[in-house]
């Protein structure tokens, strides 16, 4: 509470619940903000043969007339090469934004390239796919649109046997996926979940890869939660995403972060994720998390933080969700490996990449917020000197440092006795000298659990000039009811 003299104003609500309360509100709308966050992107497979390679092939803009050769050449050539060598330079035109332009405007032009894509000769159908592909990475949607009649046969091939021409499909639905909702709505009725859920059983990574990435697109899709997302949880889908995050020797980097993030965006969506957590998720997603830890004492931590990130938003957001408890997904994690490992990870980030810090906080919140064994790790480990370090770092950092300090206080008296003595006053009166309002705030918020549950801390607080260090935030209209409670606190108790 902000003040508990009775002879003086005082906020209204302000004690241990209400400052838990005001902190939930906050983290709320912190998920809703990063749930929005997405990574729509096209991906372009380019594989010059090695004679397109040595003579320095350039893709030049083609008018009509040369398309209209190009394509005749293709359905009508004498020999089957000459056949090819038309299509592949149709292929390199097609690189250029005007000359995509110029083909969906040509009548017959996408009858005639879905006609050769269905050929019966195998290179002249991958070079129809790969000038499809090459529409596909057009950044405007009525060149996606335009290769509505080819989603069929991409689906169909699929099923195929060619490793290499199944990739180079899933690339394609998931380029054409993510510019129109038009080829997204086609693809459903059309049976894109179960083609991926027969695809997902591939062996070969490069197809689960792409499967990845054009599933994550999908997923990103403004309807998914109402019009995809069931349909991807009633299938099998889930399950083999869970399995090819297993880690272990079988774990494929390249293959685990594209489905991370497919499981990111599942969990954002909230449509089931009590179907997930019954699936094990979160005991996957733990032990992913161990082993990436120690990929990192082993210095095998190459592009690593392409994988940390999805994995700590995933297990962040499902531990807000109340199936956690009605599963005992809380049990699954509850071990003080993964507060350990955590720490690593921190560090890691801390050195490689600092502004991926708040995800690794984030997942710390909220693991701390309402189990004391989780806090009780982070004291038994010696982990609050490291996390204080953190201070410095950035003022979101910050906030969600002092918050997790602010779960473990909470707790009660017998958790304050473990935070001081130590260096965490002397952080905080540092921490009161930021000019951010929100670390500030939550400065107080803090002080103020300490000194409820350990009076000579507010004693300390006084001697180290702790009073000189709040009037700099007297008339700041959003902290001087909390920093006058603080004083009054601070000096009667």
């Avoid at 335009?146 to 689906?155: D, E, G, H, K, M």
């Avoid at 697109?217 to 083999?240: D, M, N, V």
Wanted: net charge negative.
């Amino acid at each position: 509470m902000w003040n508990r003299r009775q002879d003086r104003p005082r906020p209204v609500g302000c004690g241990v619940e209400e400052l838990r309360r005001r902190r939930r509100e906050r983290e709320a709308a912190l998920r809703k903000a990063r749930r929005e966050q997405q990574l729509v992107s096209k991906r372009l497979l380019r594989d010059d043969t090695p004679e397109e390679a040595e003579s320095g092939c350039v893709d030049l803009i083609l008018g009509e007339a040369e398309i209209q050769q190009f394509l005749w050449l293709a359905q009508r050539g004498t020999e089957e090469k000459e056949r090819e060598g038309a299509l592949a330079s149709l292929r390199r035109g097609l690189q250029r934004p005007e000359t995509q332009q110029t083909f969906i405007r040509l009548e017959g032009s996408i009858r005639t390239l879905v006609g050769l894509l269905t050929s019966n000769q195998a290179l002249l159908q991958l070079e129809a796919a790969r000038c499809l592909h090459e529409l596909s990475h057009s950044e405007q949607s009525a060149v996606a649109e335009a290769c509505l009649p080819a989603t069929t046969y991409l689906l169909t091939y699929l099923s195929g046997h060619s490793s290499d021409f199944i990739e180079l499909c899933l690339y394609t639905l998931g380029n054409l996926i993510v510019e129109s909702e038009a080829v997204r709505m086609q693809l459903l009725p059309q049976g894109i979940v179960p083609a991926l859920s027969a695809c997902i059983q591939s062996p070969h990574q490069t197809v689960l890869e792409a499967l990845g990435y054009a599933l994550s697109q999908l997923l990103q899709a403004k309807e998914a939660p109402e019009k995809i997302i069931p349909s991807i949880l009633g299938s099998t889908l889930p399950q083999h995403m869970l399995q090819l995050l297993q880690p272990g020797p079988k774990l494929n980097p390249g293959v685990a972060v594209e489905f991370a993030w497919c499981l990111h965006y599942i969990i954002c969506s909230q449509v089931n994720n009590a179907l997930l957590i019954t699936h094990g998720a979160l005991s996957t997603l733990g032990l992913l998390l161990l082993d990436l830890a120690g990929a990192v004492q082993r210095s095998e931590d190459a592009g690593l933080e392409l994988l940390v990130c999805p994995v700590l938003r995933c297990l962040s957001n499902l531990l807000t969700e109340p199936a956690v408890d009605a599963v005992g997904g809380q049990m699954e994690l509850r071990d003080e490996r993964v507060v350990a490992s955590l720490f690593i990870l921190l560090q890691f980030l801390l050195q490689k990449q600092p502004s991926l810090l708040p995800e690794g906080l984030w997942l710390l919140n909220n693991l701390t917020a309402n189990s004391p064994s989780f806090c009780t790790s982070l004291l038994s480990l010696d982990l609050i000197e490291p996390l204080l370090q953190l201070l410095p770092v950035s003022n979101v950092v910050s906030i969600l440092v002092l918050t997790v300090l602010c779960n473990v206080a909470e707790k009660g008296p017998a958790y304050c006795w473990h935070l001081w003595p130590g260096p965490l006053l002397s952080s905080l009166l540092d921490t009161l000298a930021f000019s951010d309002t929100e670390v500030v705030g939550q400065s107080l918020e803090l002080l103020q659990l300490l000194f409820l549950y350990r009076p000579e801390i507010a004693q300390a607080f006084l001697q180290q000039s702790g009073l000189q260090a709040l009037k700099r935030h007297e008339e700041e209209a959003q902290l001087q009811d909390r920093v006058h409670a603080l004083q009054q606190t601070a000096l009667h108790g």
